[in-house]
T-cell receptor, first 110, second 113 residues
Framework: GQSLEQPSEVTAVEGAIVQINCTYQTSGFYGLSWYQQHDGGAPTFLSYNALDGLEETGRFSSFLSRSDSYGYLLLQELQMKDSASYFCAATDTGRRALTFGSGTRLQVQP | DAGVIQSPRHEVTEMGQEVTLRCKPISGHDYLFWYRQTMMRGLELLIYFNNNVPIDDSGMPEDRFSAKMPNASFSTLKIQPSEPRDSAVYFC???????????FGSGTRLTVV
């Protein structure tokens, strides 16, 4: 099976940078994804890393280190609308479907 | 594209009743997933299909749950009989494959009283 760990809550101020970490334990790791979910909404895809390194998409970046079984989501120039829950999720070569972490609730303050 | 379409958005039913949730995936997406979300257990995979064939149903809680995908544009998740502990938000998602992002539907909020 798989397990992913991420902090339960993070608080930051508008305009700041925040990093949400995720560690995983899995056999046959395939890739790490990140999803955003606003209260009452559906998860939306942010990024996917299959290889080590940094992937940048606008204000959001995601990093993966396969050797450390670790990844993070970096959010820059925080805006109030970034207040949401952020989930890391892993795919393995066996199951080939996402297993989600428990989510990190980000609160952006003025 | 209208995205992944789920119905109903909300369902309130009495314990013991049958509940059917519906999902229309994005055209061209070969994978369809059913997830359940609760505060206690987070997002759990129930079952997924590839090209309409069930691949992994190990997350289906028990025999009361069943899922079908009769064609590429429609899937159902049925609970019979329903129990209060089934109350959750049920999401359907579709994808082009493991290396692609999932597109989730708006979810069905199920309340069993």
């Amino acid at each position: 099976g798989q397990s992913l760990e991420q902090p339960s809550e993070v608080t930051a101020v508008e305009g700041a940078i925040v990093q949400i970490n995720c560690t995983y334990q899995t056999s046959g790791f395939y890739g790490l994804s990140w999803y955003q979910q606003h209260d009452g909404g559906a998860p939306t895809f942010l990024s996917y890393n299959a290889l080590d390194g940094l992937e940048e998409t606008g204000r959001f970046s995601s990093f993966l280190s396969r050797s450390d079984s670790y990844g993070y989501l970096l959010l820059q120039e925080l805006q109030m609308k970034d207040s949401a829950s952020y989930f890391c999720a892993a795919t393995d070569t066996g199951r080939r479907a996402l297993t989600f972490g428990s989510g990190t609730r980000l609160q952006v303050q003025p | 594209d209208a995205g992944v379409i789920q119905s109903p958005r909300h369902e309130v039913t009495e314990m013991g009743q049958e509940v059917t949730l519906r999902c229309k995936p994005i055209s061209g997406h070969d994978y369809l997933f059913w997830y359940r979300q609760t505060m206690m257990r987070g997002l759990e995979l129930l079952i997924y299909f590839n090209n309409n064939v069930p691949i992994d149903d190990s997350g289906m809680p028990e025999d009361r749950f069943s899922a079908k995908m009769p064609n590429a544009s429609f899937s159902t998740l049925k609970i019979q009989p329903s129990e209060p502990r089934d109350s959750a938000v049920y999401f359907c998602a579709s994808s082009q494959g493991p290396a692609y992002g999932y597109t989730f539907g708006s979810g069905t909020r199920l309340t069993v009283v």
